[in-house]
């Protein structure tokens, strides 16, 4: 009778304190609740059932309290928003920020300290993140663990990578979650610099797929002044804990209140295509914070490039051994891509074909012994190589009005890179560059930090506001995962951040499936540089003993311009290559980069994506379809184009013996005239693709 009224007692008390937030169609639903020993859970409901069950919140401080139980709650409030606004560059010309939020007001009994919680309720995610407020008795403070659970219902198939704290350039593993193993992994796999601190650590954005077919995405938003959060699974219970990437000197974070946490997301929808294209990532961050954004704009690019990733030339002037001649010069090896002859035969090449800008690595000196050796003073960021003539070349491109995009290697040496920014961002200006790609190969000095921790997020965020600053946009490679800082920064016009199709020219690459995963995982954070359009497959192209190949049809290849979005895009492959197919060609300087809006008519991760998207401010429309290392049929509705209209559709398409390691090259072209009413019938290769552009008829 005692223990049954004790049990009442728990039940009611713990029920006093739920709080329920709904999405605004109803369909998910958070409940926050504290337990009888006050502390705060959450657990998520979609249509009425479980899907994160009652999991712990709260964070631990260094030399302090930690802030996990005995709370009560001081208040709630909740606020219901609707709203619209307009990214100045994406996937669509308006975005509906759509949500329910509850806000819950604690203090911890003993301590006094106080701590909120804001839940928000989307209709396809929930998400919430810790708020400390300005208080007497928490001023400066060192979060040493987040608490944060993400307790899962069953053995869901998860496609996930190693929670590396230096590198997010992975191939996916698609493995149920009791499979989660990294040592399991080949880590033969091109990757320079690896930290992986267990065998269950994984990384965000985590897709998954529950076995009765919902889709599950865990992800984070506005990561600022905090460092990444990878997850630590547990494989028996399906649990996951928020694991923070340490400093050198093991905390996580050190903060001042008021502040605010990241968001942590939970997506969840019997669609995946709700979740592909979802926009929760962006609306969770700060609207943009530059006002005059006009500066800002898309760009199509080619550049110095590939040829040193497939081997045909070379980043160094002088090779690695340096050698230098009796008067102490370096002698060159003869090899040097960024030559001024090169680059100029690349801004004809732009000029000709209607590229806006060139991307030339290897132009600066320092690339004799860049990486491998944690050298502090490799580059200066302003000093060409003597073959590269800066004034020659940037007069050269805007007489044929092409922009030069600066490239800013790092070699992962933060301090160094931070101490010559402004005069390398103002010898950008003085030459007309209007972007930059940066780079962090190698491990990051300051000694003993990793790419994913506090400062290097810091560091990140504020290259882009620095660059805001110099109006230039900027592109960052080996950078932590991007959680929507563009929306803020829209200068901070795309990154890599996971693996790029570059893996595939000198390592074991990336399986065809890969880029039907990445638009449910790295892509949901912003614009990625994936650097498609690769036409000359197979590297023994280049020399005959090479193995390596990218793992796609050429069609493939075209129809990523589209699967794929970013405002920035390079057209990676060789001049010669894209000489030699003038006619596939033609769809990479047709696509648009900047759109109304976008459908996603297809999507299964780890299997096919199908998406049409309206070209920004006209009546043009563009189609790609993908697939894994399985070919595929589909038939697609053309009911998004305006009725009553006729429009030429140009289709490149996988010949019919095309096949990603057999017969990527073969591709066909076919043009038909199509309007809303019509359908068409795509058959893609294995590991091929179908790419269409839509131009109305008069
Ligand atoms: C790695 C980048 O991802 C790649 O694009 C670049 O060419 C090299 N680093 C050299 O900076
Ligand atoms: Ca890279």
């Known amino acids: 009778m005692k223990q049954l009224f004790s049990l009442l007692l728990l039940c009611s008390l713990s029920w006093v304190s739920a709080q329920k937030v709904e999405s605004p169609t109803g369909t998910l639903a958070l409940t926050f609740q504290l337990t009888p020993d006050g502390q705060p859970t959450y657990a998520v409901s979609y249509k009425n059932k479980p899907v994160v069950l009652s999991s712990a919140l709260g964070v631990s401080l260094k030399d302090k309290t930690a802030l996990v139980n005995h709370f009560e709650v001081t208040g709630t409030t909740t606020h219901a928003v609707n709203e619209t606004w307009k990214p100045v560059l994406g996937e669509q010309a308006q975005i509906v920020n759509h949500y329910n939020e509850l806000i819950v007001a604690l203090v911890q009994k003993d301590s006094k300290v106080k701590l909120n919680l804001v839940f928000r309720a989307f209709d396809e995610g929930v998400a919430f993140r810790y708020d400390f407020p300005k208080q007497e008795n928490l001023n400066y403070f060192i979060i040493s663990d987040e608490k944060t659970e993400f307790n899962l219902t069953e053995n869901h198939k998860v496609f996930w990578i190693p929670g590396d704290f230096d590198s997010n350039e992975y191939v996916y593993n698609e493995t149920k979650f009791s499979e989660i193993d990294n040592e399991k992994l080949d880590l033969n796999n091109g990757i320079g610099v690896k930290s992986i601190p267990g065998k269950y650590t994984v990384q965000t954005p985590l897709q998954m797929k529950s076995p009765s077919g919902l889709y599950l995405n865990i992800f984070e938003a506005a990561v600022v002044n905090y460092p990444v959060m990878h997850l630590d699974a547990n494989v028996q219970k399906y649990t996951l804990k928020a694991n923070l990437v340490p400093n050198a000197i093991g905390d996580k974070a050190y903060l001042q209140a008021p502040c605010v946490s990241p968001w942590r997301t939970i997506m969840v929808s019997d669609d995946a295509r709700k979740i592909v294209s979802s926009k929760l990532i962006l609306n969770l961050n700060e609207p943009s914070k530059i006002e005059d954004t006009s500066w800002i704009k898309p760009m199509k690019y080619v550049g110095i490039w590939w040829e040193m990733h497939v081997g045909k030339s070379t980043w160094d002037y002088a090779g690695s051994q340096n050698a230098q001649n009796a008067a102490g010069n370096p002698i060159p090896t003869g090899k040097h891509g960024a030559t001024t002859e090169n680059t100029k035969r690349y801004i004809d090449f732009a000029a000709k074909h209607g590229f806006d800008g060139v991307l030339v690595e290897g132009w600066n000196v320092g690339w004799e012994d860049w990486v491998g050796n944690w050298k502090e003073d490799v580059f200066d960021f302003t000093t060409p190589y003597p073959d590269f003539n800066l004034e020659e070349v940037s007069a050269y491109a805007k007489a044929k009005n092409v922009k030069m995009i600066m490239h800013h290697e790092t070699s992962g040496s933060v301090g160094n890179y931070e101490r010559h920014l402004d005069r390398a961002l103002d010898l950008m200006k003085k030459f007309d560059y209007p972007a930059a790609k940066t780079g962090y190969v190698g491990k990051i000095i300051p000694r003993g930090e990793f790419h994913d921790g506090q400062a290097m997020v810091n560091h990140f965020n ?81 020399d005959k003993n090479k193995t390596e190949q990218v793992h796609t049809t050429l069609a493939k290849q075209l129809a990523l311009y589209v699967t794929m979005y970013s405002p920035l895009q390079m057209a990676a492959d060789l001049i010669e290559n894209y000489e030699k197919y003038p006619d596939a060609f033609q769809f990479i300087k047709d696509v648009a980069m900047d759109w109304d809006e976008s459908l996603y008519l297809e999507a299964e991760p780890g299997d096919y994506l199908t998406v049409a998207r309206k070209t920004k401010g006209q009546d043009t429309w563009f189609l790609g379809a993908i697939t894994d290392e399985n070919a595929r049929t589909t038939e697609i509705k053309l009911d998004f184009l305006t009725k009553g209209k006729k429009y030429k559709a140009i289709i490149y398409q996988d010949a019919k013996n095309a096949h990603w390691e057999k017969n990527p090259i073969a591709y066909t072209i076919k043009t038909q005239v199509v309007t809303s009413a019509s359908k068409l019938k795509l058959q893609l290769a294995a590991g091929g693709g179908t790419a269409i552009s839509f131009e109305p008829l008069p």
Request: aromatic share 14%; charged share 15%.
């Open 462 to 542: 504020f290259v882009a506001r620095r660059f805001a600053d110099n109006k230039l946009m900027v592109n960052s490679h080996e950078s932590s995962h991007p959680t929507g800082y563009s929306r803020t920064y829209p200068n901070y016009i795309a990154a890599e951040s996971a693996r790029g199709n570059e893996f595939n020219a000198w390592s074991n690459g990336n399986p065809p499936a890969h880029e039907t995963i990445l638009p449910f995982t790295r892509q949901l954070g912003g614009p990625m540089d994936y650097t498609p359009g690769i036409f000359e497959i197979k590297m023994s192209y280049y």
